[in-house]
């Protein structure tokens, strides 16, 4: 079954509005979890590293202010794109890591289409 | 700057036939190395992990690791159509620290 769960799964909302996407770890705590976007036939792009308790790690070239994460507790970590735009239509995935025996395992969650109209 | 290299196909390997799929990493802090399948328009799925030099089997699936070489590979036996898909190597350095994929390579099983 999903170790780490998406919500929702596709969304379609108007240019200018706001959507917030959740991402979970379902039987474990994680403290980090990453968000990346994949634009078709692309490769996944890191877009941040999400921390518990505090700020999120920002890679180069994404706009902090545009795409918000919050990390609230050690399941749930949110991706808000504000105001959104038709360019901002892609495929957003979050991950997280499950520590195991031999070491940390990184799962996917499902991944959250959005579309911008 | 880290980087990981994979050729992008597409590799295309007949139903039956054994798949080989290679990967280098320039990080050699690397400690966890993983293997992805990601059909179209989906989410990455885990398909092996391996963290110490050489083999590691499940079912269809052998991933090999040469740390000295800095070289992963991932073999698929018995090849289903089924299988094709785009498949990603990924590093990691550490506990929290986030993957560094490769560009992934595109298989095509021919039935």
């Known amino acids: 079954g999903a170790v780490v769960s998406q919500h929702p799964s596709r969304v379609i909302c108007k240019s200018g509005t706001s959507v917030k996407i959740e991402c979970r770890s379902l039987?474990?705590?994680?403290?980090?979890m990453f968000w990346y976007r994949q634009f078709p036939k692309k490769s996944l792009m890191l877009m941040a590293t999400?921390?518990?308790?505090?700020?999120?790690?920002?890679e180069q070239g994404v706009e902090k202010d545009k795409f918000l994460i919050n990390h609230a507790s050690l399941t749930l970590s949110t991706l808000t794109v504000t105001s959104a735009h038709p360019e901002d239509s892609s495929f957003y995935i979050c991950?997280?890591?499950?520590?195991?025996?031999?070491?940390?395992?990184?799962?996917f969650g499902e991944g959250s289409w959005l579309t911008v109209v | 700057q880290k980087e990981v290299e994979q050729n992008s196909g597409p590799l295309s390997v007949p139903e039956g036939a054994i798949a080989s799929l290679n990967c280098t990493y320039s990080?050699?802090?690397?400690?966890?190395f993983f293997w992805y399948r990601q059909y179209s328009g989906k989410s990455p799925e885990l398909i092996m992990s391996?963290?110490?030099?050489g083999d590691k089997e499940d079912g269809r699936f052998t991933a090999q690791l040469n740390k000295a070489s800095q070289y992963v590979s991932l073999l698929i036996r018995d090849s289903q159509p089924s299988d094709s898909a785009t498949y990603l190597c990924?590093?990691?350095?550490?506990?929290?620290?986030?993957?560094?994929f490769g560009k992934g390579t595109r298989l095509s099983v021919i039935a």
């Open positions: 039987d474990f705590q994680a403290t980090t």
């Open positions: 391996i963290y110490s030099n």
């Open positions: 990080d050699r802090g690397s400690q966890s």
């Open positions: 999400s921390n518990e308790g505090s700020k999120a790690t920002y």
């Open positions: 990924a590093c990691e350095n550490s506990g929290n620290t986030p993957l560094v």
């Open positions: 991950s997280a890591p499950k520590t195991g025996f031999t070491g940390n395992t990184i799962y």
